[in-house]
């Protein structure tokens, strides 16, 4: 646990420059609109670090025991990210039925934050732990 809490303090910075910018963005481009965004991009934000914290977890419970991580860990934790934002844009779609290309932008620019994080992250800790 103690490993996963340094890195994830980095993301919650990440995450937390990010969502405003994504804020701010929307507002510029549909104005006083964009600003139903904010409750989306919050819980999205939560979404991301909540899930990179359990995949985080599992990372090191898995290198700890094998000494490496198989590439079956790397495609599931992929695709696991990018069924739940594709649920989550479909979600958004019909209960919302407005605004849905800037969710789907604010949603995959926090998805492409949190995925270069985690794989570089990882790549770096497997690195680490084979020397």
């Known amino acids: 646990m103690k490993k996963v809490i340094a890195p994830l303090s980095v993301l919650a910075v990440l995450l937390c420059l990010f969502s405003p910018a994504l804020l ?17 991009i919050i819980a999205m934000a939560v979404f991301f670090f909540t899930y990179t914290f359990c995949s985080l977890l599992i990372f090191h419970k898995s290198l700890q025991k094998k000494g490496t991580v198989t590439p079956a860990y790397y495609m599931g934790d992929k695709a696991i990210r990018f069924l739940v934002c594709a649920v989550s844009v479909a979600v958004y779609g019909f209960a919302v039925r407005d605004g849905i290309l800037p969710f789907a932008v604010n949603l ?24």
């Open 24 to 40: 701010y963005v929307d507002q510029l481009l549909v104005g006083r609109e964009g600003l139903r965004q904010m409750p989306w």
């Open 108 to 131: 995959f620019v926090l998805y492409l934050v949190t995925m270069l994080f985690t794989n570089i992250y990882c790549i770096r800790q497997e690195k680490k732990y084979k020397k």
